[in-house]
């Protein structure tokens, strides 16, 4: 009897620590440069990525050990760019399915666990309140580039994803969550932008957590610094940081103690391939992990956009 008693807590330790491995990556520290950059009225843009990545997740608990994932990720996505308020904003929906192993050693038995499925879909609206304007395609190219913008954003994580509260790893997180993003860039010269992000993530109880749980988590607060050189039209490279901080867990009111502090790097390069295509090239490492998932990741990405066209008729 003591022996599964022991096993099923040890099965609550586990999800309160990894039960958001796979959600975590793409969600709680999202390393994205050039955030604040501007485009005409009514431009649509459309694309897919591939990402993989391979890494440890760091446990404190003596029974699970070498603790290792490697995951597939394909995204899909669609945006648009509109006037707000008089300002110029943005509209996006991403799409993620996620595959791959999991693998650890529990009281010294080898385990393997395969997960695949859809992730919790986001939509996010962002919005330039400070250094640009709403203007269509022509006053687009003729403006004036002011070297301060700043900038919010607020994503909202929709729980759509695969999910089975009798499995101990999903996809999807049974829950709401709601980004709220502040972002500032200037441009030190022609060809140097500095920028900085400052979001929270707020959500929602999972109540059905791991077979009728409670799971609470307090705000996830975040930073990211990005420097990015333009090279030309064509092409741009920029070096990131970002830094992750609180987000303590509770499972049926009992704190977990599991507070993050975890820190990465990142190199992204993005280039044009011609008027409507472009490719992106990201590599994220792991900087600093107290805890939770020390990953490598690689992700390419395509982005086709197109303009709406002119309806206006002529009259005569």
């Excluded at 695949?116 to 004036?144: C, Q, V, W, Y």
């Excluded at 929709?158 to 502040?182: E, S």
Aim: charged share 20%.
């Amino acid at each position: 009897m003591s022996y599964f008693i022991f096993k099923n807590r040890l099965k609550i330790f586990i999800i309160s620590l990894i039960g958001l491995l796979f959600i975590a990556p793409l969600q709680a520290q999202d390393l994205e440069p050039r955030f604040l950059s501007s485009v005409p009225l009514k431009t649509n843009f459309a694309g897919t990525a591939y990402g993989y990545s391979d890494g440890d997740i760091l446990l404190n608990a003596q029974e699970i050990k070498n603790l290792n994932a490697k995951l597939n990720s394909v995204a899909g996505f669609y945006g648009r760019s509109f006037k707000l308020l008089n300002k110029p904003a943005k509209f996006d929906i991403v799409g993620t399915y996620s595959f791959g192993n999991l693998n650890t050693l529990v009281s010294k038995v080898d385990t393997t666990v395969y997960k695949n499925g859809l992730h919790d879909p986001t939509l996010r609206l962002s919005m330039i309140l400070i250094g640009d304007k709403a203007l269509s395609i022509k006053e687009f190219k003729d403006r004036e580039k002011k070297k301060f913008k700043l900038g919010t954003a607020l994503k909202i994580k929709v729980p759509l994803g695969q999910y089975d509260d009798t499995k101990l790893i999903n996809m999807g997180a049974n829950r709401w969550g709601f980004q709220v993003k502040v972002a500032g860039s200037y441009l030190l010269t022609k060809k140097i932008v500095l920028e900085l992000h400052l979001d929270s993530w707020f959500f929602t109880e999972n109540t059905s957590f791991n077979n009728g749980n409670t799971l609470s988590q307090k705000p996830l607060l975040s930073t990211q610094l990005h420097v990015a050189y333009i090279f030309n039209s064509k092409f741009w490279l920029s070096a990131s940081i970002g830094q992750v901080a609180y987000g303590e867990t509770s499972i049926n009111n009992i704190e977990q103690d599991n507070n993050q502090e975890n820190s990465k790097y990142g190199i992204t390069g993005s280039y044009r391939l011609n008027k409507l295509g472009s490719l992106k090239l990201v590599v994220t490492n792991g900087l600093y992990t107290s805890g939770g998932a020390d990953f490598t990741t690689y992700l390419l990405g395509y982005t086709f956009i197109w303009f709406d066209k002119n309806k206006a008729k002529n009259k005569g």
